[in-house]
């Protein structure tokens, strides 16, 4: 790279700490210009005897001091980008920092454009393909899975995967072209049943890669739990409760909660969209209406329901239950204001009826807030996949179009075998599966295909 980028590498929200990142050629003569030790500009010499270690100085720019900050100097390779990279630490105020940038860029740098500096780490040679990729992921990831699967990634789990399929592709087609062009030698090469062998585990390979992704997807992502009841069962002072903040306007009067309320929440690392939804009823208010029609829809389409009861009533088991059986399978009941719950309140009762209908019976009360740990843990355990992130991997799209056209690939080239095919033809098949291989994490060299058929086969004689 000719020139050279700065950009602000923090939050822009007020913090202890901004740091503005510099990369390329002019990184050391930009920083000679504005940093200063008891007044007196670092120099080049010192900054080179003093790199990687944070050096306290002052940043001046045109004879006005504008902070005191920290500086640490990687030169090139050995630094996030490969090139020349300066980071100067100063106190996170954000009009502070953009009078610095600008400074830096009067000093000969332009503004970064989006990704430049992970850009030139992967073409630098820093970083893969897929580890840069994953670096987006890493600081984006909404959910503890998510997390998880991209610190995976940005550790090498792609790019091992990717290494091994390249390299068993490299060997079959090192072993087709081998017995193509040296079939009038006297070599032995492998049989077709074991060649076929070779191209059916690495198509499977790259199919249980696809579907463990798949589980990986369904992992991260966001969750809708439905609040869903009659009126005034306290379905928007729990959506108050669980969001901690009053989200929804709470009233003794029916009909209040005229259209579902959404809002995103994270339950210990999982993404949740919690609705609150309108009170169902029959009605004549027309609006009202819309908002329960609403509303049920949303409850048929929810992952979760946390169907609420008024436990101060007397609800019988029989009447609740045909009003929302279409609805209680799979649901957990949310009996709320058991710290006035009504005399022929029978939890035994409902419990019983639970193992009938399919769902689960919670009692909380939200104004005591009795019973709502009891409660986030069954959330947690219903959301929750029963599976750990060990044995899945999360492709990005690009990623997962490429694995499953080599998967595509290979199986062509198994059927052109099995009908007798010449190698010269279910060869190309090969090829091309190398290309796609090539394009998640690096090229295929033609000299890296001699090296394997030269290496296995004794051919200079």
């Not at 929200?13 to 510099?22: D, E, K, Q, S, T």
């Not at 809708?224 to 108050?240: E, H, Q, Y």
């Not at 193992?355 to 009360?365: A, D, N």
Request: charged share 25%.
């Amino acid at each position: 790279m000719i020139d050279t980028i700065a950009a602000l590498s923090t939050a822009t929200a007020p913090g202890a700490i901004g740091i503005l990142r510099v990369s390329g050629k002019n990184t050391l003569s930009i920083a000679t210009s504005l940093l200063f030790k008891n007044k007196t500009p670092l120099t080049e010499s010192y900054i080179q005897e003093n790199k990687r270690q944070a050096i306290l100085c002052d940043f001046v720019f045109e004879n006005k001091p504008i902070d005191q900050i920290v500086f640490l100097y990687f030169p090139a390779p050995n630094s996030y980008t490969g090139e020349d990279l300066g980071e100067f630490h100063l106190h996170g105020n954000p009009i502070l920092l953009k009078s610095a940038l600008s400074a830096i860029f009067q000093k000969g740098a332009r503004p970064a454009t989006q990704g430049e500096f992970t850009k030139r780490a992967f073409l630098n040679g820093k970083l893969s393909l897929t580890a840069a990729e994953a670096i987006g992921r890493l600081i984006e990831s909404r959910s503890r899975y998510e997390l998880e699967l991209a610190q995976k990634n940005v550790f090498g789990e792609i790019s091992q995967l990717s290494s091994k399929i390249r390299s068993d592709l490299i060997s079959l087609k090192a072993e087709c072209e081998a017995e193509i062009d040296f079939s009038t030698e006297d070599l032995t090469f492998e049989s077709l049943d074991q060649r076929k062998n070779r191209m059916i585990s690495l198509r499977d390979l790259c199919s249980t890669l696809l579907k463990n992704s798949e589980r990986a997807q369904k992992m991260i992502l966001q969750s809708t739990v439905v609040l869903f009841g009659a009126p005034n069962t306290g379905k928007s002072s729990l959506m108050n409760l669980l969001i901690g903040k009053d989200r929804s306007i709470i009233s003794d009067i029916p009909g209040t909660t005229r259209d579902y309320i959404a809002e995103e929440i994270s339950l210990d690392g999982l993404p949740i969209r919690l609705v609150d939804t309108a009170g169902i009823r029959e009605t004549k208010d027309t609006i009202e209406k819309m908002g329960i029609e609403r509303s049920e829809r949303e409850a048929d389409s929810a992952n979760l329901r946390l169907l609420l009861l008024d436990a101060s009533l007397p609800v019988s088991v029989s009447e609740f239950i045909s009003l929302h059986k279409d609805r209680l399978n799979g649901s957990i009941l949310v009996a709320n204001k058991i710290d006035i719950a009504h005399s022929n309140w029978n939890p035994e009762e409902w419990k019983k009826s639970s193992e009938s209908f399919g769902f689960q019976l919670v009692e909380i009360s939200c104004r005591s807030k009795e019973g709502i740990s009891e409660l986030l843990v069954s959330l947690k355990q219903r959301l929750s996949s029963a599976e750990n992130t060990e044995d899945v991997v999360l492709l990005e799209e690009r990623q997962a179009f490429h694995i499953t056209a080599i998967k595509n690939h290979l199986s062509e080239a198994i059927r052109l075998l099995e009908s007798s095919a010449p190698a010269e033809i279910y060869i190309q098949e090969i090829n091309y599966a190398l290309h796609e291989i090539g394009e998640v994490n690096g090229h295929v060299d033609n000299e890296e295909i001699l090296g394997r058929i030269f290496s296995k086969f004794c051919v200079g004689k």
